[in-house]
């Protein structure tokens, strides 16, 4: 089970890191995807990160303002979003998958593991 934390309240320009962990797993193997749902809005991939080669991707939104990253100490995924702005308000989720092709990474029907989400809203 996964469950992603970290969301809150912050102003345009400002920061979140959000952390997804997972219990009675490991990521080992697995490909790990942020991602999240706006108000009547489909859900959409930000980033997400291979975790045994450690190979990210981000969407163009995301690309130089947000970082995906693990640790494999903690076996949490990690996503600091700098920058913020108000298009970025949403539920942000993390799911798992052991996803082999590159072109699935972006598809949110290909994860069978997902969080419960996690609120992050910015203001203008």
């Known amino acids: 089970q996964l469950q992603a934390s970290g969301g809150g309240l912050v102003q345009t320009g400002g920061s979140l890191r959000l952390s997804c962990s997972a219990s009675?797993?490991?990521?080992?193997?697995?490909?790990v995807g942020w991602f999240r749902q706006a108000p009547g809005k489909e859900r959409e991939f930000v980033a997400g990160?291979?975790?045994?080669?450690?190979?990210?991707d981000y969407t163009d939104s995301a690309k130089g303002r947000f970082t995906i990253s693990r640790d494999n100490a903690k076996n949490t995924v990690a996503l600091q979003m700098n920058s913020l702005k108000p298009e970025d308000t949403a539920v942000y989720y993390c799911?798992?998958?052991?996803?082999?092709?590159?072109?699935?990474?972006?598809?949110?029907?290909?994860?069978?593991?997902w969080g419960r989400g996690t609120q992050v809203t910015v203001s203008s």
């Open positions: 799911a798992a998958e052991r996803l082999a092709l590159s072109c699935e990474n972006y598809r949110a029907y290909e994860y069978g593991n």
């Open positions: 009675g797993r490991t990521f080992s193997s697995y490909y």
């Open positions: 990160i291979r975790w045994n080669t450690d190979s990210t």
